[in-house]
């Protein structure tokens, strides 16, 4: 797995994107996707500008893990709870706890080691507006946990938490639209759509144990 530190330097030297544009030339959203990871290729010219002006080398700029992450479904099970009707949804009132069991492999050139985790994805008891995903690693795997998440550097830590996070909501849409279409009998429709964005646009808060 390869990936940038962009984000990490500029917050090392308390600059922001906006700073960073300005004195680059390099435009706001470049600047955005990058720093997230979201920006597969990086011209040459740009990460020659970024080096230049925060006067590090590309060696600083990139960080390099010998393997990659998946993650595959094992079971899921979802519990919905929402005040409406076949053709409406009260979006305000829609809850739900979403229950797993998943493997994170860990890819390397000729396979991988697999860990299994089980976990929940839910709405926050305590704060309005944010998410709540609890991992638990099986007891057989947290030699594993250990050695190839729990000791990951800042930058990577934060790569892998993302793609949990992208990883479980993505099958949560998939789940929720399911279970109103085939067990309570609504159709999807611009309704669903707003329970997604409402979701998409919670913080998220990612607990894990073994």
């Not at 940038?4 to 030339?25: C, D, Q, Y």
């Not at 947290?142 to 050695?147: E, F, G, I, L, T």
Request: net charge negative; hydrophobic share 40%; charged share 25%.
């Amino acid at each position: 797995m390869l990936i940038n530190r962009l984000a990490v330097l500029i917050a090392e030297r308390r600059l922001n994107i906006s700073k960073l544009s300005e004195e680059t030339g390099i435009s706001r959203p470049t600047l955005t996707q990058i720093s997230k990871n979201e920006n597969k290729m990086i011209q040459l010219e740009t990460i020659n500008q970024l080096c230049m002006y925060l006067e590090i080398s590309p060696d600083d700029f990139f960080s390099y893990l010998p393997y990659e992450f998946e993650f595959d479904f094992l079971s899921s099970d979802l519990v919905i709870d929402f005040v409406g009707t076949k053709t409406y949804i009260d979006v305000e009132s829609f809850n739900f706890d979403f229950t797993f069991e998943l493997v994170i492999k860990v890819v390397y050139k000729d396979g991988y080691i697999p860990i299994n985790v089980s976990g929940s994805l839910g709405i926050s008891k305590h704060f309005e507006k944010r998410l709540v995903i609890t991992l638990k690693v099986e007891n057989e795997n947290s030699d594993a946990w250990q050695k190839y998440i729990s000791d990951l550097s800042v930058d990577f830590r934060h790569i892998f938490d993302d793609s949990v996070i992208k990883f479980l909501k993505l099958n949560l849409f998939d789940a929720i639209e399911d279970k109103l279409e085939h067990e309570c009998n609504i159709l999807t429709n611009d309704y669903t759509d707003s329970i997604f964005e409402t979701i998409d646009s919670y913080d998220t808060d990612l607990k894990c144990s073994w």
